[in-house]
């Protein structure tokens, strides 16, 4: 668990929509999450502590979720909590649309939607690459 910690808190910060530099939403939430899955440690039975944090990490943004709307400045702060939600696990993640729905109670197509127009919407906003970015691509 050690070595995935950063990997979760950056998917943490992408929940919160909280910019790396100060994301203190992101610590707590990967702090109760860690200690969830500590103090569970010897009913884990096989299970992947890294997919048992994950899932508990989710569920414990979405219980939270309703309180904090907006982001704070992060790559993903135009999105809703719902948006940043599936758009982490499955993008970030990588986990299976099936999964995803059934971890969130939702239908998969649904979750195929909410992801496709997510990504089309951080697509359309996002900033055009800067021209040493593109003076690199073109060489």
Known sequence: MAGA????????????????????????????????????WDRLRGEDPYDRTRTDLAARFARAAWRHHRGHGGVLSRLTPQERLIVVLRVYEGVAEE???????????????????SVAALRRTAPPPSASAQDRAAS
Do not use: D, I, W
């Not at 808190?9 to 990967?30: F, M």
């Not at 999964?99 to 127009?117: K, Y």
């Open 5 to 40: 910690g950063g990997r979760l808190l950056h998917a943490a910060t992408l929940l919160t929509a909280e910019t790396p530099a100060r994301n203190p939403r992101a610590h707590a939430l990967l702090t109760a999450s860690l200690a969830h899955t500590y103090a569970h």
């Open 99 to 117: 999964q995803t729905a059934a971890m969130l109670g939702l239908p998969t197509e649904r979750v195929r939607a909410v992801c496709a127009r």
